[in-house]
Nanobody, 115 residues
Framework: QVQLVESGGGLVEPGGSLRLSCAASGFTFSRYAMSWYRQAPGKERSKVASITSVGAHANYGDSVEGRFTISRDNAKNMLYLQMDNVKSEDTGVYYC????????WGQGTQVTVSL
């Protein structure tokens, strides 16, 4: 059974940093690309970043390019999102997604950027 459990969300001030983690289990983590998505209040879910199965390549949404970094540790079955210089528009629920035989989603972790 595929499980994705996000953690690390919380309240952060504009300009601050936050690191999200996603613990994966129930599938061969190192085989599949992974992504982070987010859903801002009143908006549809959008992709934040993706990383290939061995972590050789990553791509980012325009709004987070240069501020966020996606990474993974295949030995630990972990996915990460380092969020730096956060802005109020980064507020939302962040989801870890496994791009396997189909897409599997975690339950999400709330990130709120506010003074």
């Amino acid at each position: 059974q595929v499980q994705l459990v996000e953690s690390g969300g919380g309240l952060v001030e504009p300009g601050g940093s936050l690191r999200l983690s996603c613990a994966a289990s129930g599938f061969t983590f190192s085989r599949y690309a992974m992504s982070w998505y987010r859903q801002a209040p009143g908006k549809e879910r959008s992709k934040v970043a993706s990383i290939t199965s061995v972590g050789a390549h990553a791509n980012y949404g325009d709004s987070v390019e240069g501020r966020f970094t996606i990474s993974r540790d295949n030995a630990k079955n972990m996915l990460y999102l380092q969020m730096d210089n956060v802005k109020s528009e980064d507020t939302g629920v962040y989801y870890c997604v496994a791009r396997a035989d189909r897409d599997y989603w975690g339950q999400g972790t709330q990130v709120t950027v506010s003074l």
